[in-house]
């Protein structure tokens, strides 16, 4: 079985491990990591599945604006372990991210796997990231 839960201290080492096995070193050159320099995810919002007491998979949201003065949030990095995909841990995570309360949730990600839950590139209209980015993958 399954558990989400909020992301402890104790979760770093994993978190990372998993964020590294996904998504390699390049995670750390991408606009997005970018965004997220400096800041600490928002409180909360940061959530872990936890299989037989081991990381399963991670997401977090955080704090940004979306132009001038206006809230948001950013949800990333979302990552599953190998062993455990294709069972819904991503979707039920991004679901519990998403469904924080927040009304506005940007991400860089798959229109594919992110449009099902409401997102799209069509809704991010005038915005843009500093630096390189694919806008077909900001929504």
Same mark, same amino acid.
């Given at each position: 079985?399954?558990?989400?839960?909020?992301e402890?201290?104790?979760d770093a080492?994993?978190r990372?491990a998993?964020?590294d096995?996904?998504?390699?070193?390049d995670?750390?050159?991408?606009?997005?990591?970018?965004?997220?320099?400096?800041r #600490?995810?928002?409180?909360?919002l940061?959530?872990?599945a936890?299989?037989?007491g081991?990381?399963?998979?991670?997401?977090?949201?955080?704090?940004?604006?979306?132009?001038?003065?206006?809230?948001? #949030?950013?949800?990333?990095?979302?990552?599953?372990?190998?062993?455990?995909?294709?069972?819904?841990?991503?979707?039920?995570?991004t679901?519990?991210?998403?469904?924080?309360?927040?009304?506005a949730?940007? #991400?860089?990600?798959d229109?594919?796997y992110?449009?099902?839950f409401?997102?799209?590139?069509?809704?991010?209209?005038?915005?843009?990231?500093?630096?390189?980015?694919?806008?077909?993958?900001?929504?």
């Amino acid at each position: 079985m399954v558990t989400i839960r909020e992301e402890k201290l104790s979760d770093a080492v994993a978190r990372e491990a998993l964020l590294d096995e996904a998504y390699g070193s390049d995670r750390f050159t991408k606009t997005s990591a970018r965004l997220r320099e400096g800041r #600490l995810p928002a409180a909360g919002l940061s959530l872990v599945a936890v299989h037989h007491g081991r990381l399963a998979g991670t997401v977090r949201l955080w704090h940004v604006t979306a132009g001038p003065g206006r809230a948001a #949030l950013l949800l990333g990095p979302l990552a599953v372990h190998p062993q455990h995909r294709n069972r819904g841990i991503g979707a039920t995570l991004t679901r519990r991210a998403i469904f924080a309360g927040h009304h506005a949730i940007l #991400l860089v990600g798959d229109a594919a796997y992110y449009g099902r839950f409401g997102f799209t590139a069509a809704s991010t209209g005038e915005l843009w990231m500093p630096g390189r980015f694919q806008r077909e993958r900001l929504h």
